[in-house]
C-alpha cells in the first residue's frame, strides 16, 4: 500500500512537502514516483527516483519540485517550492516499471492521494 500526506492550501510562491509511505513491498528496490491529476486532466508523472537515487523530473516542475527517499522508513518525498496555481492537483505516488525509455505506474491500486491547492 502506499499512504500519501501532507498536502494542503498554499499560496502562490509557497512551499509543501509531500510524504507517501509504502508497505507491503520490498520498497529499496523499487523505482518510485509521484503523480499528480488536476480536475479534467489526465494523470501526469512529476517526479521519479530510481533505487539508487537518481532522479528525472518532468519540465513544468524541473527546479521547484525535488524528490527524495528514505529506505529506513520506506518512504519518499516531494519537496515543493514556488508553487504555482496550475500545480493544482491531488497527488499520488507509485511504485514505477521503466519500459521502452519511459515510466509507467507498476500498481493498479493509487489509494486517495493527498490534495494540493495553490491559490493565486
Known amino acids: 500500500q502506499l499512504q500519501a500526506s501532507g498536502g494542503g492550501l498554499v499560496q502562490a510562491g509557497g512551499s509543501l512537502r509531500l510524504s507517501c509511505a509504502a508497505s507491503?513491498?520490498?520498497?529499496?528496490?523499487?523505482?518510485m514516483g509521484w503523480f499528480r491529476q488536476a480536475p479534467g486532466s489526465e494523470r501526469e508523472l512529476v517526479a521519479a527516483?530510481?533505487?539508487?537515487?537518481?532522479?528525472n523530473y518532468a519540465d513544468s516542475v524541473k527546479g521547484r519540485f525535488t524528490i527524495s527517499r528514505d529506505n529506513a522508513k520506506n518512504t519518499v518525498y516531494l519537496q515543493m517550492i514556488s508553487l504555482k496555481p496550475e500545480d493544482t492537483a491531488v497527488y499520488y505516488c507509485?511504485?514505477?516499471?521503466?519500459?521502452?525509455?519511459?515510466?509507467?505506474?507498476?500498481?493498479?491500486?493509487w489509494g486517495q492521494g493527498t490534495q494540493v491547492t495553490v491559490s493565486s
Open positions: 527516483i530510481t533505487s539508487h537515487g537518481i532522479t
Open positions: 507509485n511504485s514505477l516499471i521503466y519500459y521502452t525509455g519511459s515510466y509507467y505506474p507498476e500498481s493498479d491500486y
Open positions: 507491503g513491498m520490498l520498497f529499496v528496490v523499487n523505482d
